[in-house]
């Protein structure tokens, strides 16, 4: 089992019956969260950068859960981890449910001298990539080429990250099997319609887009 389930905006978890990991932990103040900060569990915590809406609640869930933090070493000191890993773009990290490879973003990130970045997670064998707030980049296609991707998450309500035709195009680069669309209809300034990113994607690619209400889990094992 390697169960994603969707939180609304960009926090999901990834969870493989023995280890839970918890990505960007926006549940207080997201309008689209599906349960609150205080009763949310995990083992490992992964910030992509140091926006509000990505960084959230990781800093309380962290105290209160003793999860580890996964992160820069400047996400670490705005977590006030007290147990953390820090990483940098291009690094990897082997851990008890797998590993973990760092990847450039290009985004602003919120925290002064802090780089956005995304993760290649390999954990139950597979290999996820959560491509965190980004525009399109060539080094995609690297990413794509250098992991046989079972699944990417991809953001696709533009103004502050890629919009639907990037994020297809992004789709094609990566050749992921499987893709979720995420940082969509949180807000309007970014609205999307998640069926046409599907058509696009699907229409240009080999990838199956999975469309994820708030709430929803999907068994990325059984896909």
Known sequence: MLLLTYYGHSAFALNDG????????????????????????CNYILVS????????????IAERTGAMVIGTPEILEACRAENGHGMNIGGSASFDFGSVY???AIHSSGVPGLLSCGFVVNIAGRNVYFAG????FSDMELIGRRFQLDCAILPIGDNYTMGIEDAAYAVKLLRAKHVIPVHY?????????????KELAE????????????GDALDIDKL
Do not use: C, Q, Y
């Open 133 to 136: 707030d980004t525009a399109l």
């Open 18 to 41: 023995r280890h839970k990991l918890l990505f960007d932990p926006f549940f207080t103040g997201n309008p689209a969260a599906t349960t609150t900060a205080d009763v949310v569990t």
């Open 203 to 214: 229409a240009d690619s080999s990838a199956m887009v999975h469309i994820l209400a708030p």
């Open 185 to 197: 209809n949180t807000w309007p300034v970014i609205e999307a319609d998640p069926e046409k990113f």
């Open 102 to 104: 760092m990847t450039r």
């Open 49 to 60: 950068h140091g926006h509000a809406d990505h960084l959230g609640d990781a800093p309380a």
